[in-house]
């Protein structure tokens, strides 16, 4: 079944990086940060720093990087699975590629008769001004206009846990919103992890506002303090 449907053209972004995190040229040839700058410049580090300093830099780097990695390969062939494209993951014997081709049947597994189209994948949306990134997925899940978005995780995480996932999908959907004249107002973050556990988190109605309330605090956070500097 052909899950593609292009309802919208997306814009290419064009990425730039300084020494306050990734921006985006708008129309204007402004420079604006990308909604994951926003919410990294916002956050508490804290947690983070200590566990890097506990341990070791060079493990976390690995660790880091290991993650990342298994993340870019599902990704990458999530993408080409919803687009009817060659999909798998070649398998070189590596730790890394055998836990990818797991997560990835996990997802492909779970999410095969939930998703009914799929408008874009990996694609640009901007807020001329104010912020832009890109969105793993746009399209209806389970009947409802969303914003999806794949994680891969080395342990499922409780909800409370991953309150920014729900804040950058939220600022993708109004961005959406406003560019295209749609009404999204259900985030979709589907999670797995190494067990190959499934979990799906699903926003809407209140809690979807709640976010998008939490969104634009942060981001008028962002631009008081940080944006100042540009």
């Known amino acids: 079944m052909k899950l593609i449907k292009d309802k919208f053209k997306y814009p290419d972004l064009q990425r730039v990086e300084n020494e306050l995190g990734r921006f985006y040229i708008d129309s204007k040839g402004q ?30 780097e690995r660790i880091l990087q290991e993650s990342s990695s298994i993340g870019s390969n599902v990704h990458n062939a999530l993408e080409n699975y919803l687009q009817d494209k060659e999909w798998e993951i070649i398998d070189d014997g590596s730790y890394i590629s055998k836990t990818s081709i797991l997560i990835l049947e996990s997802f492909i597994n779970n999410l095969v008769n939930d998703i009914n189209e799929v408008w874009g994948l990996e694609s640009g949306l901007i807020l001329d001004g104010l912020y832009a990134g890109t969105a793993d997925c746009i399209g209806i899940y389970n009947g409802e206009e969303s914003i999806i978005d794949f994680k891969t995780a080395k342990k499922v995480k409780p909800k409370e846990w991953i309150e920014d996932y729900f804040l950058q999908c939220s600022a993708y959907a109004n961005a959406h919103n406003v560019m295209y004249g749609t009404n ?3 985030i979709v973050v589907l999670m797995v ?10 926003v809407n109605n209140r809690e979807f506002d709640h976010y998008t309330n939490k969104w634009k605090q942060r981001l008028i956070k962002f631009h008081n303090e940080i944006g100042k500097q540009i």
């Not at 604006?32 to 990294?40: A, D, E, G, R």
């Not at 804290?46 to 300093?53: L, M, N, P, V």
């Not at 992890?193 to 699903?202: A, G, T, V």
Request: negative net charge.
């Open 193 to 202: 992890d190494r067990n190959q556990e499934y979990k799906k988190f699903i």
């Open 31 to 60: 420079e604006v940060p990308s909604v994951t700058n926003v919410l990294s410049s916002t956050s508490d580090q804290s947690g983070i720093d200590e566990w890097k300093r506990r341990v070791g830099h060079e493990e976390a």
């Open 184 to 186: 999204i107002k259900q």
